[in-house]
């Protein structure tokens, strides 16, 4: 047992002689019990130098190792569902000496990536992805005549995903040849909710599965086996030995503890699940920074106080949206859905056909997850729903998989639809009462981290639906800001004597402001922390075109391109969104 993170590189020897997992099969297996040991100490080592996803990877050392014992990856198919649980799979094969570096700029990336390795059989970082890829791989193996093994990884809150049990449902149909490994661990990145969780809680604790769980699988044609101690090698060996040998959907139930081997882990899993970088020079304490997530939780509770109507939804992300003290002072109006989008839009819509007044808080990148439910069950109806649009932008080292620069360009099409986004503290706060006032579908879109800083005022106020408000007079260029790149706007405007405008609503636009600084200016700038394709800068230019007004636009937003894992500094300096970048472009444009 661990109790501190590694400062100094461990002593390693079993896994420094591990450069591919071919070399593991050297190994007798007796000596795997002290492979893992070394593998959890170096886990530890890399990810304190690195920051990163914790305690998931402590909780399947036992398993990676066991499974890239048996396997013949990476011939054989291994996926890993979701990917926090990844990093002793990129250690053992042939990534160790980089994982110092991982989620950092040309570093490893911080889930499964294909282009990466060929061990890396499916790039994952949304969740309940595995049981369809890997049943996709083992049918087109078995249409090709190939004879080999495909598994998926899955732990017991992304089972709580319907789409999970579509692939189940369809692997038991097809009788494809695979394992599914349920690593059960009663415990997602929050708690696990809902009624499977409870299920599988109640049964691993009883230990009576072939009357309980086993039944559950048993019905889609699986063959059960477990539960399984995950941690035991003499155990677990064995039992993935049969599991793999026997025809047909295989499913195995292993019993993990998330942070294990780790005594901090193991008591705070939720604190644990991801860490920043350990300094080994100790710094003076930083004042604690508000968040944005910090703002919308704060309004969330004042405006429930107000409004008895209030519900919020979030498909399994109340502590990273801030909704826990909500949570604790309205429980009966609280409805953590688990890792189920689509589930959480129908659930609101239903609730505003009651007259509630759901705000569903959810992350951009999930958001794409629900996308037909919120034009099918909420906007085509014309219900009335509030969408808390998390993580929106570039969100740094989780890179590609998580960025949420696409919502906009999906929620602008939809009919009727407000689309709003702050540039600091109080416009956000402003914002969601707007948009909890307006009767219909509105979303607010906010990134993560830290916010501007500003203090704020206990009153709300309700922002005139489309206005925007101008931050500096200039000539010459006039900069449209959309969202929480202004500082950056603002240090250009001021250098350089342009305009600058905060746009504040995507939709509706400004159409005034638009036409008035279109008359004014020799080029017009949008700047949003989004993809240019489909932005708030193709609006505007949408607009000038049906106006029949002829004008330089310059949009400046996301390239054409997905942007790999860095800080968000780097991300934003990479894309020229930030103040250099901002400046060069609007120079080389007016000149050029």
Request: proline share 6%.
């Amino acid at each position: 047992m661990f109790h501190e993170i590694p400062l100094s590189r461990p002593l390693t020897p079993l896994l420094d002689a591990i450069a591919s997992p071919a070399d593991m099969k050297k190994l007798p297996v007796e000596q795997l019990p002290e492979l893992a040991e070394q593998l959890r100490a170096y886990l530890l080592y890399s990810v304190g130098q690195s920051g990163g996803h914790f305690g998931a990877g402590l909780g399947v050392v036992e398993l990676t190792v066991a499974l890239h014992y048996l396997l013949h990856t990476p011939d054989d198919h291994l996926v890993w569902d979701v990917g926090h649980q990844c990093y002793p799979h990129k250690i053992l094969t042939g990534r160790r000496e980089q994982m110092p570096a991982i989620r950092q700029k040309q570093g490893p990336a911080p889930f499964p990536k294909r282009a990466e390795s060929i061990y890396d059989d499916f790039g994952t970082g949304h969740s309940s992805t595995s049981i369809s890829a890997a049943l996709g791989m083992a049918l087109a193996d078995r249409m090709q005549g190939k004879q080999h093994k495909s598994v998926a990884v899955i732990g017991d809150g992304a089972m709580t995903a319907g789409m999970a049990f579509e692939a189940l449902n369809h692997a038991g149909h097809t009788g494809a040849d695979m394992l599914v490994i349920l690593n059960d661990n009663e415990m997602s990145i929050s708690h696990n909710t809902g009624g499977l969780a409870t299920y599988l809680a109640r049964n691993l604790k009883n230990r009576t599965p072939g009357e309980t769980t086993a039944a559950l699988f048993e019905a889609l044609d699986f063959h059960y086996t477990g539960p399984v101690d995950g941690h035991d090698l003499a155990q677990l060996i064995p039992a993935l030995k049969y599991a793999l040998n026997s025809p047909g959907p295989q499913f195995l139930h292993i019993s993990t503890r998330k942070g294990k081997g780790f005594e901090p882990a193991e008591a705070d899993p939720v604190g644990y699940h991801a860490i920043t970088k350990i300094e080994p020079i100790k710094k003076a304490p930083e004042p604690k920074r508000i968040k944005w997530a910090n703002i919308f939780g704060q309004w969330l509770c004042d405006m429930a106080d107000r409004d008895k109507r209030l519900c919020a939804i979030t498909p399994a992300m109340s502590e990273g949206s801030d909704m826990l003290a909500f949570e604790a002072r309205y429980p009966e109006r609280f409805f953590d859905v688990a890792i189920a989008e689509q589930h959480a839009l129908t659930l609101a819509a239903g609730m505003a056909c009651r007259h509630s007044k759901p705000v569903v808080a959810i992350y951009s990148t999930f958001l794409q997850r629900a996308y037909d439910q919120l034009i099918h069950d909420a906007s085509i109806q014309q219900l009335d729903l509030l969408l808390a649009v998390d993580r929106a932008g570039l969100v740094g080292e989780d890179g590609s998989t998580h960025a949420g620069v696409f919502d906009i360009a999906y929620l602008r099409c939809l009919p009727e639809m407000v689309i709003m986004t702050p540039s600091d503290d109080q416009e956000l706060r402003d914002m969601l009462y707007t948009g909890y006032r307006y009767p219909g579908c509105a979303a607010v879109r906010y990134p993560r981290g830290n916010s501007q800083g500003f203090p704020l005022r206990q009153a709300m106020q309700e922002i005139k639906l489309g206005q925007s408000r101008l931050i500096k007079a200039g000539k010459q260029a006039a900069i449209l800001n959309f969202g929480p790149l202004l500082p950056a706007a603002r240090q250009v405007a001021q250098q350089q004597g342009y305009t600058l405008v905060d746009m504040r609503f995507v939709k509706p636009l400004d159409h005034a402001r638009i036409e008035q600084l279109a008359a004014s200016h020799e080029l017009l700038v949008t700047l949003e922390d989004h993809a240019i394709q489909g932005g708030a800068g193709s609006a505007v230019g949408e607009y000038l075109h049906r106006s029949r007004l002829t004008m330089p636009l310059l949009q400046l937003g996301i390239p054409d391109r997905w942007i790999e894992h860095a800080s968000r500094g780097q991300q934003l300096a990479e894309c020229g969104l930030d103040a250099a970048g901002i400046s060069a472009a609007i120079s080389q444009r007016l000149t050029g």
